[in-house]
């Protein structure tokens, strides 16, 4: 299978603790976005990297949240200090973006789960 | 900015009878437009997009929409519904960093 992976799947944490969650985009996709769904709601971006720079980031996230692509290729979603509030779907998205025309299409991956008990 | 509004949060449709998704935008240009499917525990799938070169697009699994300027409609429909279409589909547009801007979604249950 050759499509977007995160892991893990499922994670569940107690309140304070730092969780690390991974993505593996589609091999020659250039552009990773990060989103957040919580219950009920569609997704909300949290931020993206064209490469391995990151170009924009949300207000969704805080200072808890940090986000690398350091080879650009896989992504990591960290959160330190995590609180209730924090749990959602975490999904993974990538792209081959151009510098302009953002019309193409992101394929998702399954999304990890995170329960802040 | 590009938002969209999708008129329905729920929709009840019996199997074999036609699907209607609204999705009505708010852009003082043409947009580039989506629709996703979400399936329960699975991920977001593309199902069509509009990027201005038709305003009929057809999608996968019989679904198309019509890009209609005059009305700011991107309607999804479905000549006849099955049961596996059950799912929550969005009208996404793109904003200005690529990302998409979802909004709350349309729920679509399918009755035997």
């Known amino acids: 299978d050759t499509g977007v992976s995160q892991n893990p799947r499922h994670k569940i944490t107690k309140r304070g603790q730092n969780v690390t969650f991974r993505c593996d985009p589609i091999?020659?996709?250039?552009?990773l976005y990060w989103y957040r769904q919580t219950l009920g709601q569609g997704p909300e971006f949290l931020t993206y990297?064209?490469?391995?720079?990151?170009?924009?980031k949300s207000r969704l996230l805080s200072d808890r949240f940090s986000a690398e692509r350091p080879k650009g290729s896989f992504s990591t979603l960290e959160i330190q200090r995590t609180e209730q509030g924090d749990s959602a779907m975490y999904l993974c998205?990538?792209?081959?973006?151009?510098?302009?025309?953002?019309?193409?299409?992101?394929?998702f991956g399954p999304g990890t789960r995170l329960l802040v008990l | 900015a590009q938002s969209v509004t999708q008129l329905d949060s729920h929709v009840s449709v019996s199997e074999g009878t036609p699907v209607l998704l609204r999705c009505n935008y708010s852009s003082s240009y043409s947009p580039s437009l989506f629709w996703y499917v979400q399936h329960p525990n699975k991920g977001l799938q593309l199902l069509l997009k509009?990027?201005?070169?038709?305003?009929l697009v057809k999608g996968i699994n019989g679904f198309e929409a019509e890009f209609k300027k005059s009305e700011t409609s991107f309607h999804l429909t479905k000549p006849s519904a099955h049961m596996s279409d059950a799912a929550e589909y969005f009208c996404?547009?793109?904003?200005?960093?690529?990302?998409?801007?979802f909004g709350k979604g349309t729920k679509l249950s399918v009755k035997p």
């Open positions: 996404i547009p793109v904003g200005s960093q690529g990302n998409l801007i």
């Open positions: 990297f064209q490469n391995e720079a990151q170009l924009e």
């Open positions: 509009y990027t201005s070169a038709a305003t």
């Open positions: 091999s020659e996709h250039n552009r």
């Open positions: 998205a990538s792209t081959l973006g151009a510098a302009s025309g953002p019309q193409e299409t992101q394929y």
